[in-house]
């Protein structure tokens, strides 16, 4: 537990427990760095103690809301989905079957500079199952090979603050400390607003010029002690 908090980019406890309060559940995923494993004649003694301060586990929360886990309660996870937005140009560098399918479309129509924008964000989908590890950019397949661990490496649970529901709604399961009060917030969100426009309009009103409007509101926006050439 100490290693994956020292080397972990945020304290994925701490993280977890944010999320089992305010979003109901908690994800996680965690993975084994394939050049960290013991070699065909390593000894065993050695290996562990050279790993034991050797960054070796990828583990990193994940958003609940991206993660979609299969329904129905089994444990452990039959499979699961993981969606993400990644930038392009990351893409591109590290998977060399990526053909940029969304690009090439963007490349056909004259758009040359979107093309060729590294930034320009892609949408990410993995699959694991106990058989199976399969990703797609865009829609475009990228990675389809069996899973090296045998087993799905997430971790996906739900707070105990909901009740299971005999319709599988995961949202009936997924309640944090403020599920209860979203109606009120909401309302709260929309009085505020109106309070906020009204107040806006009755101190910055709307002004009607017959002169050059840019300038009168470039005038207007000066601020305390400046001098207009009227």
């Keep these: 537990m100490t290693y994956i908090r020292n080397w972990a980019e945020v304290d994925i406890f701490d993280q977890w427990r944010h999320d089992l309060l305010l979003r109901g559940a908690a994800a996680g995923k965690v993975l084994i760095d394939p050049s960290s494993l013991p070699k065909k004649g390593d000894d065993i003694e050695e290996w562990a103690a050279e790993m034991a301060s050797e960054e ?3 583990v990193r929360p994940i958003d609940p809301m991206s993660v979609f886990p299969a329904p129905g309660g089994v444990r452990p996870l039959p499979y699961i989905l993981e969606e ?4 392009v140009g990351d893409i591109l560098a590290k998977y060399e079957k990526f053909t940029d399918p969304i690009g090439r479309k963007l490349k056909d129509a004259g758009d040359i500079k979107k093309s060729e924008d590294v930034t320009r964000l892609v949408n990410w989908l993995e699959y694991w199952s ?3 590890y399969i990703i797609e950019v865009d829609g475009e397949t990228i990675i389809d090979a069996p899973n090296p661990y045998g087993f ?24 944090g400390l403020l599920t209860p009060l979203h109606g009120e917030l909401q309302s709260e969100v929309r009085i505020k607003t109106a309070a906020d ?16 409007a840019k300038l009168a ?14």
Aim: net charge positive; proline share 6%.
């Design 152 to 175: 799905v490496p997430y971790i996906f649970e739900f707070s105990g603050l909901g009740r299971e529901h005999h319709d599988g709604d995961p949202a009936k399961m997924a309640r």
């Design 197 to 212: 426009a009204r107040w806006q309009f009755s101190t910055f009103p709307v002004l009607l010029t017959k002169s050059n």
């Design 130 to 132: 106990e058989e199976h």
């Design 217 to 230: 509101a470039r005038m207007l926006s000066k601020g305390p002690g400046s001098v207009i050439d009227w």
């Design 84 to 87: 993400q937005t990644r930038m």
């Design 56 to 58: 070796r586990f990828v």
